[in-house]
């Protein structure tokens, strides 16, 4: 074993310890920084806030993203909030109690100190992104508004209408061009790592290619970060943007960084359900929805079975006869259980034939918007002084509240379906969305190997075994604006002297010939099938054995299936065109080759995970009402896989303890 689990968590209070850490921490002085160069890979909310911060501070910083602009990084699609402890609705809410949510929703499976700092400099996050001009949604008497999101009890939710990634995605990238202006910020759009360079154990560069010209190109800095996202694609539909891959962190982890939680998976319980095999994405409506649409399907297998047929309509049903069953379970949170709770729930009501969809597994549930109209319509007639209004009035002064809240995801709903879900019930069913696994990280977020930092959704750090919505966005700017850039300080105050890494050494060449090797096996390779074949055919063992329910017995077969689509992949894949131009079919080769092997070790990190967890469902492993079942005896630990060669079934599996002071470990209960 060469790797050592070294968290290098700080002693003392939690309350203190973020704070105490920060003023121990080294420092690299102002005139210093600019004998410094920093690689960041990808430019989403993490990496284009810590590109912005680092470039703001001193330093030399080069920012890679395969996108033609950071603009496009998949963070905009993250449409309903960010979640931040500020109070402001006086509803009990503090950083210890964000802390207690994050650390329940994940199923005690999160790193206490890393969660517990995320909850403190939330406040921060909002504060900055205020300062930008990201314009949140503000009440009557000028306060920032919030909302709820599931796994909650407070309102803590900061929301830019149905399109905050975007706002706050465009404050992080008008916050990167001030630097690109200054010339401290250097920008490759079209650019994608393809191998990190390691120079005396500390990784020093990347070799990168340009997708425009196929270029490639060798880039050296004292320190790289990755922050790249996640890694959902492996199950080839999923709410994630086509492009997302999990490349960067892999090749990391290749080259010595341990690889934590490879199978915690979220499913997201409110996309647009599946509708046939050509389908290349799919499309995630939004959880701040669960605010006020109910979560149904219909009471009897008749009315479910008529639906599915066309022969009867949601609106036909009456109330008594529709199973609003979130609410009937968990009458405590209700429609707003954490995704995990309510994926699992929906995918049981449609196994038991309950489904709405006519899809080829009758798989969907209803969102109703119809309650929250009148809710909302008698408010608003009473603001207005409207007396006596028909149930016609309240109904369209209802819509028009929810349109001011909603209007852009009901437009594209309906865009998407042709269904408009002001007149009929939205359908909706659970689809891969979000990898809480990932690259392990200390608490300063370098992985195992020095000089390699990651950060968002690309490590492992923050959610556990199940994010709580509005948080991925909450993570992405801490570790970009207000963690990394103090942690990497301390690691790159022993550079000051280093002066500028050479790229021409042998460390660089070796990197190089490995990328243009493997370029040219896929273009010389003469085989007979498709990227998208294989990434198919990987794609359906995932999602099959891999997926919202797992088992031993299936684990084990999907282990053997994804070899063997390995070795068929490389034996028989066709990739046509040049590597002398855009070819976004040799792009793919290169993306589904890494998929393959993370995907095999994420079966392999489910099966030994002989538990039930958030997004974990191991089926042999639950309660009688079907909850998770957890073993904190045997499993309360972060499973680092430490690559060992080819063959993924050799991976070597390291332990780090986790050990809960502040935090009385229970089962979650939001009944």
Not at 436 to 442: N, T
């Amino acid at each position: 074993m060469s790797i050592k689990l070294d968290s290098r968590i700080p002693e003392g209070d939690i309350h203190e310890k973020w704070k105490n850490h920060k003023d121990h921490m080294r420092l690299v002085a102002p005139n210093n920084r600019g004998k410094i160069d920093v690689i960041i890979i990808g430019t989403g909310l993490a990496g284009g806030a810590a590109a912005a911060s680092l470039a703001e501070m001193g330093y030399n910083v080069k920012a890679f993203c395969y996108q033609d602009s950071p603009r496009r990084a998949h963070s905009i699609a993250a449409q309903g909030g960010i979640n931040a402890a500020k109070n402001y609705q006086n509803d009990g809410d503090s950083v210890y109690r964000l802390f207690y949510d994050t650390i329940k929703g994940g199923d005690y499976r999160a790193r206490e100190a890393n969660v517990y700092r995320l909850a403190e400099v939330s406040g921060s996050i909002i504060d900055q992104c205020v300062a930008q001009g990201v314009p949140f949604a503000r009440e009557y008497g000028g306060l920032l508004d919030n909302r709820s999101f599931g796994g909650t009890q407070v309102q803590r939710t900061f929301y830019a209408a149905g399109q905050t990634g975007q706002q706050l995605l465009l404050g992080a990238y008008s916050a990167m061009n001030r630097q690109i202006g200054k010339g401290r910020l250097q920008m490759f759009n079209r650019h994608e790592m393809l191998e990190l360079v390691v120079v005396d154990g500390k990784a020093r560069g990347i070799i990168a290619r340009d997708l425009v010209t196929g270029e490639i190109q060798r880039h050296s800095a004292h320190a790289v970060v990755i922050a790249s996202g996640g890694y959902g694609n492996v199950f080839f539909l999923s709410t994630n943007a086509m492009g997302s891959n999990g490349t960067s962190v892999w090749k990391i982890h290749k080259k010595g960084a341990a690889f934590a939680n490879p199978c915690f998976t979220q499913i997201h319980p409110t996309c647009i359900p599946v509708h046939g095999d050509q389908q290349s994405k799919l499309t995630l409506m939004s959880e701040s929805l669960r605010n006020d649409g109910r979560i149904w399907v219909p009471k009897k297998k008749e009315d479910a079975e008529a639906v599915r047929a066309g022969k009867l309509k949601p609106t036909d049903i009456a109330e008594e006869d529709r199973d609003y069953y979130l609410e009937r379970r968990y009458p405590a949170f209700g429609n707003l259980v954490p995704r995990d709770v309510a994926s699992r729930a929906a995918k049981e009501r449609c196994d038991a034939g309950f489904g709405i969809e006519n899809n080829a597994t009758g798989e969907g549930v209803y969102l109703d918007f119809s309650a929250s109209f009148v809710k909302y319509g008698k408010e608003k007639a009473n603001e207005l002084d409207i007396h006596n209004p028909s149930q016609e009035e309240i109904i369209k002064l209802g819509k028009k509240v929810v349109e001011e809240k909603y209007g852009n995801l009901f437009t594209m709903y309906e865009k998407i379906t042709g269904d408009n879900p002001y007149e009929t019930p939205m359908k909706i069913y659970p689809a891969v969305h979000y990898t809480m696994g990932g690259v392990w990280v200390d608490y300063n977020l370098m992985s195992s190997i020095p000089g390699c930092f990651v950060t968002g959704e690309a490590n492992f750090s923050d959610h556990g075994a199940n994010r709580l919505g509005a948080s991925a966005l909450m993570q992405g700017l801490a570790d970009g604006y207000f963690v990394l850039p103090y942690t990497i300080a301390d690691y790159l105050a022993d550079d000051i002297r280093t002066g500028t890494i050479s790229t021409d050494t042998p460390e660089f060449e070796e990197a190089e010939k490995q990328v243009n090797e493997r370029i040219q096996h896929f273009l010389t390779n003469k085989g007979s099938k498709t990227v998208d074949y294989f990434h198919k055919k990987l794609g359906r063992v995932m999602w099959n054995k891999v997926g919202m329910a797992r088992d031993a017995e299936g684990l084990k077969e999907a282990i053997k299936e994804i070899e063997e689509i390995r070795k068929e992949f490389w034996r028989d894949v066709k990739v046509p065109g040049s590597d002398k131009t855009i070819n976004m079919e040799l792009e793919k080769a290169g993306r589904v080759a890494d998929f393959l092997e993370l995907g095999q070790l994420m079966a392999i990190d489910a099966l030994n995970r002989n538990e039930s967890c958030g997004g974990h469902f191991r089926t042999e492993y639950q309660t009688e009402e079907g909850e998770t079942l957890r073993d904190d005896e045997q499993y309360s630990y972060v499973a680092a896989w430490e690559y060992n060669g080819e063959d993924i079934n050799q991976e070597i599996l390291h332990k780090e303890d986790l050990n809960y002071k502040y935090i009385k470990i229970a089962a979650r209960n939001y009944k």
